[in-house]
């Protein structure tokens, strides 16, 4: 017989040892009469020489070698009994453990799609990522760096290991068909992107390798959201025209629905190699992201090896633009925003220590349980139970209840995790693979089990085999004196916990009070930030460009409502900056040391338009054109940085990475203007207020956090086409801002009527938006903080009541002797006092490290407040004495005759 | 009666391979057998006879059938089987080896003395 059998004939194999016992022990007795012993006293010896047959049956059993397999069904078999005979247990018990697992399984969903999936690409972990890296790139201020166009043909050509692909950021007015749009995601991308990728598109074609050059015919793919907009979804969009800043490309393709490059949807893709762009000419610019797919047996290694070569001989072949530069592979991983890294790990600990508490509240719950089973368990023990197998049954009753609660929990997690996730402030990135997979499983099972054997280990280590015959003796009651310092420290624990998410709420609540009460630098009432796309027409033509704007400003100005309207490359408190490294001499270290500052170019009336205070010197006027000296404006940190406290008005700065042209004669004796290093310094004229660029409560901590202002007009031609790109307006109004959109909208569009603006703000909003991560952890942690609270004194409640119970004769007899009913609240009130106070004292030492890690992880909280501490201790205090109270009232009540009859 | 001693450690499962060895028989049969064959010195702890039989059993070097006995009532008899019975003769020679080694050893310990 296997074990298989011998399980499924278990009925059979039972009766049959029963039977062979039973003639063993028949047959002695037989005998020993035969001997001349009395009936009865033969069968009491056979039974004892036998060893007792129950406990013979249990080693018996235990040798069948599928003990554990039918012990297992008999303990589920008992627990569900257990909880079935207790559904005031169950209910609590299993609400508890759902919460617990509930929450922290929704933010492990959310922290798996966003950080922990692969890329959503087939055979993704043969992916790479090519970067550049020169020796004077700060890595810290601006990332890794990207290749230049020219040197990313260079390694596609080249590479023996790697299939490469290349795609160029970029964006353009969509004219034709429908109304003029700006897209802000359009790619441009190398013919081969589908194919490296491993992505086939949903209908048509991907380019081919002749259109993905300048002569090429032009083809576009559209993007599958774009497609579903400007097209409805018809494929008779294949074939079609679409046209594209002024350019005509017929359509090829549609790209699969929901599928991203670098967590974003490209609205429309065109050939990389057909755009004429002279920056995509130059080997010292570098916007081409790069990815590439290991060749079948190639590995990461000879890939890094041969780019590394790639990379020298293209150091050594350009060295004017390429020195120092290498190449540098990795593979290919999902982009991480730190911030949302961070927020994500600081609330799944949140989370972790609200599922703590809920287990310690269950366990105080099964101990209080497993107290007055204790007779029960000793009967069992009596029987041939053996310790680890009284164990095993505690152990699991308690898994049963963690797995009840972790399916419940699973359950409200697969419902709550879409709500969260439109919750999050802002856009999450990644947000579209938040979803339950078999990662999510996994945690959420174990993590039930976990917590099931958790709470369960406390009461079944009390599981008896020891001091048998007393636990018999003794009814329950006067067994509970044991547990208490057991209780003591799960309610302990409890309050430590709610203890540290108490105080980190209390110090994201006042951080958030802080901050939102800051100075944020400029007006930000009645104030409309908006990009803003020319005419592509203009756009073509670089010395239509100034005027374009003038006309645009002044069209804006004209607008009823409007006060002001100015223009500017990078807007406080948006996305996009500009981060320029400046010296005060012209003995500059090297490029990688220099300190550095935010740089915005902005039109003549930006701070009046904006509210930030002039405090020195002037702003721009008319004078500061091309060919004048170059001015510069600078704000109290940075003359505080540069110059300490003398005064900056005439001074000079160095920003070797300005803007600056210069006229060479090429090989063939033509004119061309290529961009060099600045050499020439820039005069300071005025020095105005600091303006919280990185947000309310993201500036103090910023890295970069000096700024200057550079005039518009002073940018050279070569580089206005591109500074035109990046170009915002603001407009100041006196009325609702958003209520003169439309108008403003309609006034701007120009003679073609292909000017738009897009990526509409109120300052207002943007404000806000920065302080939206605060508000939400704030809300997350004082529902945290809320629900450990409850949870801590529901268990103290609980725990206080069980012992007061327990402790009836004891407070009767007292009364009897002349205790008054105040001194009996006093003496419960000392008792859980006793718990109370350890906690917070662990709690608060706990706190101090928790608040260093919050300090750490989110803006602008401060390590430490001593007053928040207090409070928040007080708090728990005062909730956990009055939770103490009721059973401390009760316990007061006692009729000193009743409690001692009972005895 | 003389002084019993406990069995050492592993020796029970061979003395009950080499009992059965002598033919088919039950559990209580078993239990006498020892008791006369070892002339009450070797005692059999309390309770574990059949938990051993039990366990030869599940490892397959015993086999068990009811039958009935000289008094007609039925009882679980106990056969070697051919696992059981190779399984008898290396366990028996290897105690044969260690015994004649303790015996070498503790002789030599009395010529030393002399």
Known sequence: ?903 | MSEKSDLPQGTLDLLLLKIVALGPVHGYAIAQRLQQVSRDVVQVPQGSLYPALHRLENRGLLAADWKETETGREAKFYRLTRKGKAELETEAASWERLTQAVGLILRMSEGGGE
């Not at chain 1, 004119?671 to 004229?685: A, K, M, Q």
Request: glycine fraction near 8%.
């Open chain 1, 1 to 903: 017989m296997n074990w298989w059998q011998r399980l499924w004939r278990r009925g059979e194999i039972e009766e049959q040892l029963d039977k062979e016992l039973r003639f063993h022990i028949e047959q002695h007795a037989a005998d020993l009469m035969e001997r001349g012993v009395n009936p009865a006293e033969a069968r009491r010896l056979a039974r004892l020489s036998i060893g007792g047959p129950e406990q013979v049956k249990e080693k018996c059993r235990d040798a069948r070698g599928t003990r554990w397999v039918e012990d297992l069904a008999q303990d589920l078999r008992y627990a569900l009994r257990m909880l079935r005979n207790n559904p005031g247990f169950t209910v609590v018990a299993l609400v508890t453990i759902a919460l617990g697992i509930g929450t922290t399984t929704v933010m492990f969903t959310v922290l798996n799609g966003v950080l922990l999936r692969p890329l959503p690409y087939p055979d993704a972990n043969q992916l790479v990522a090519l970067h550049g890296h020169s020796r004077d790139w700060n890595d810290k201020i601006f990332g890794r760096q990207k290749l230049a166009y020219l040197d990313f043909r260079d390694c596609q050509r080249e590479s023996r290991t790697l299939e490469i692909a290349g795609i160029v950021f970029n964006g353009g007015t969509v004219s034709e068909p429908g109304e003029p749009e700006y897209v802000n995601n359009l790619d441009e991308i190398s013919a081969n992107l589908f194919s490296v990728l491993g992505v086939p598109l949903a209908y048509g074609r991907a380019f081919l390798p002749e259109e993905d050059r300048m002569d090429g015919a032009p083809a576009m793919i559209l993007g599958h959201s774009f497609w579903q907009h400007h097209f409805g979804g018809s494929l008779q969009a294949l074939g079609t025209s679409v046209v594209l800043d002024q350019k005509r490309y017929t359509v090829v393709g549609i790209a699969p629905a929901g599928f991203r490059l670098y967590g974003a949807e490209p609205d429309v893709y065109t050939p990389v190699g057909q755009d004429p762009a002279g920056y995509l000419k130059l080997r010292q610019a570098h916007p081409t992201n790069v990815i590439g797919r290991l060749r079948p047996g190639a590995t990461l290694a000879q890939a890094q090896n041969e780019e590394g070569l790639v990379g020298r001989r293209l150091a050594e072949e350009y060295a004017d633009t390429n020195k120092g530069r290498s190449l540098e592979i990795e593979p290919l991983r999902p982009e991480e925003v730190d911030d949302v890294r961070s927020t994500l790990w600081l609330l799944l600990g949140a989370v972790s220590l609200v599922l703590l508490i809920a287990c310690a509240n269950v366990a105080s719950l099964l101990l209080a349980r497993a107290v007055s089973r204790e007779r029960e368990l000793a009967m069992r023990a009596a029987l041939g139970a053996s310790r680890g197998r009284l164990v095993r049954q505690c152990l699991t009753e308690s898994a049963v209840l963690g797995l009840a609660g972790g399916a419940l929990g699973i359950l409200c997690a697969n419902l709550g995790v879409h709500p969260f996730v439109a919750f999050w402030p802002g856009s999450l990135p990644r947000a579209e693979e938040v979803q339950l997979d078999w990662r999510v499983l996994v945690f959420a099972l174990g993590v039930s089990l976990l917590t099931g054997i958790l709470f369960g280990l406390a009461p079944a280590m009390r599981a008896p085999a020891r001091r048998l015959e007393e636990a018999l003796r003794a009814g329950a009651r006067t067994v509970a004196g044991s547990s208490r310092r057991l209780h003591s420290v799960f309610v302990g624990s409890e309050i430590a916990v709610a203890v540290v998410l108490l105080i980190a709420a209390g110090m994201l609540g006042r951080t958030l009070l802080r901050v939102s009460s800051l100075d944020p630098g400029l007006n930000v009432a009645n104030l409309l930030v908006a990009r803003m796309a020319l005419s592509p027409a203009i756009m073509a033509d670089p010395t239509r460009i100034p005027a374009a704007w003038q006309d645009v400003l002044e069209r804006a100005r004209q607008v009823p409502g409007v006060q002001a309207a100015a223009a500017v490359d990078i807007v406080p408190m948006r996305e996009g900056n500009n981060q320029l490294g400046y010296w005060v001499s012209a003995d500059m270290p090297p490029k990688e040391k220099l300190p550095f500052a935010l740089a915005s170019s902005a039109s003549l009336n930006y701070l009046q338009v904006m509210g930030i205070p002039l405090l020195e010197g002037r702003f721009f006027n008319d004078e500061d054109r091309l060919g004048a000296q170059p001015v510069i404006v600078i704000d109290t940190v940075l003359a505080k940085d540069a110059f300490g406290g003398k005064d900056p008005i005439g001074r000079h700065l160095w920003i070797p990475d300005m803007p600056c042209p210069q006229i060479k004669q090429d090989a063939n004796g033509k004119t061309v203007e290529t961009s060099v290093d600045c050499t020439e310094p820039y005069t300071i004229v005025g020095v105005v207020g600091h303006v919280r660029y990185w947000g309310m409560a993201g500036d103090d901590q910023a890295e970069v956090r000096a700024q200057l202002y550079y005039p518009f007009a002073q940018v050279p031609k070569l580089f206005l086409r591109r500074w035109s790109e990046l170009m915002s307006i603001a407009v100041r109004t006196n009325v609702a801002p958003l209520s003169v959109l439309e108008p403003l909208k309609a006034a701007v569009r120009g003679a073609a009527g292909d000017q738009v603006l897009y990526e509409v703000r109120t300052m207002q909003q943007l404000a806000g938006e920065s302080l939206a991560l605060h508000q939400f952890l704030l809300l997350l942690f004082g529902i945290f903080a809320g629900l450990a609270l409850l949870l801590a004194c529901v268990g103290i409640y609980g725990v206080l009541a069980y012992l007061t119970t327990q402790r009836v004769p004891e407070i009767g007899l007292r009364m009897a002797l002349g205790a008054t009913p105040r001194q009996v609240v006093g003496m419960v009130l000392r008792q859980s006092l006793g718990m109370i106070l350890p906690g917070v004292a662990a709690g608060f030492v706990a706190a101090i490290a928790a608040g260093r890690v919050l300090a750490h992880l989110v803006n602008a909280v401060r390590p430490t407040e001593p007053l928040t501490f207090a409070l928040m201790v007080c708090v728990l205090m005062a909730a956990a004495l009055a939770a103490s109270f009721v059973p401390a009232r009760r316990a007061s009540r006692v009729d000193p005759m009743t409690a001692l009859r009972q005895e």
